[in-house]
């Protein structure tokens, strides 16, 4: 199964970074019919991911939303929609079957009502300032990624979702690099490790500050 790196996008405050889609034959008919004689190779699929990413993320970027308006499952859905419909048949469809994959991620049936949980619960920590601002949102991304809220593309959906959340909440849209200055000081692959490490250090103990100095692009 080939693994894919899908490009960066040229603007910090969306690059959505490190996407894999792994691309084989039951995949292809997970694409949106037009395209499934069409792609051939992963750099094709890659190519036509990212921009498809960017046109769903300048979308979101575009609209204007308080933190209780973002923070709903219509707009999780919407945004994954958004960010993916032009490629693939999955988009914006909350996961509702369990995953074959080694992570922790919760069993289909629990997802929907994981979600709402997890918006209300940041929602809370926002308006009772329970944590630094972008803890929250770091929190936010790690509950998102963990519970694997759509079958695919959950990394660079949340990663984007949680910088618009950021500004919604008064933070610059760009706070969050997730990981593109490591990449500068780093090889991309070690960048990663540390993102990955960071999330399951978060998974394992609840210590979000490793994660968050990946966010953050915090090389000290
Ligand atoms: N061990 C882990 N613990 C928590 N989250 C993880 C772990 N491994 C991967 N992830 C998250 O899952 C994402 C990959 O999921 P996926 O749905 O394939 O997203 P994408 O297609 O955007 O890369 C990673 O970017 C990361 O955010
Ligand atoms: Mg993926």
């Known amino acids: 199964m080939a693994q894919i790196r899908e490009f960066p996008l040229p603007t910090p405050s969306i690059n959505p970074s490190y996407g894999i889609t792994a691309m084989n034959e039951e995949d292809r008919h997970h694409l949106v019919p037009k395209l499934r004689r069409i792609v051939k190779t992963a750099k094709q699929l890659n190519k036509l991911e990212a921009a498809n990413i960017y046109k769903g993320a300048a979308l979101l970027f575009r609209e204007n939303l308080a933190p209780q308006e973002l923070l709903t499952l219509d707009w999780v859905s919407k945004s994954h929609e958004w960010m993916y419909k032009d490629v693939w048949q999955w ?68 990663r984007i979702f949680v910088n618009k959340l950021a500004g919604s909440i008064g933070l610059a849209d760009d706070t969050f690099d997730w990981g593109q200055n490591l990449i500068r000081s780093k090889t991309e692959a070690r960048a990663k490790e540390l993102y990955i490490e960071s999330l399951r250090i978060a998974d394992d103990t609840g210590d979000y500050e490793p994660l968050i100095k990946v966010a953050l692009g915090d090389l000290s």
């Open 91 to 158: 988009a914006g469809q909350i996961r509702n079957r369990d995953l074959d994959m080694p992570i922790s991620a919760s069993l289909g049936y629990m997802v929907r009502q994981e979600i709402k949980d997890m918006l209300d619960d940041a929602l809370t920590q926002i308006e009772y300032s329970s944590y630094p601002e972008e803890e929250i949102c770091v929190r936010l991304h790690h509950r998102m990624v963990k519970t694997h809220c759509f079958i695919n593309g959950n990394g660079r959906h949340s």
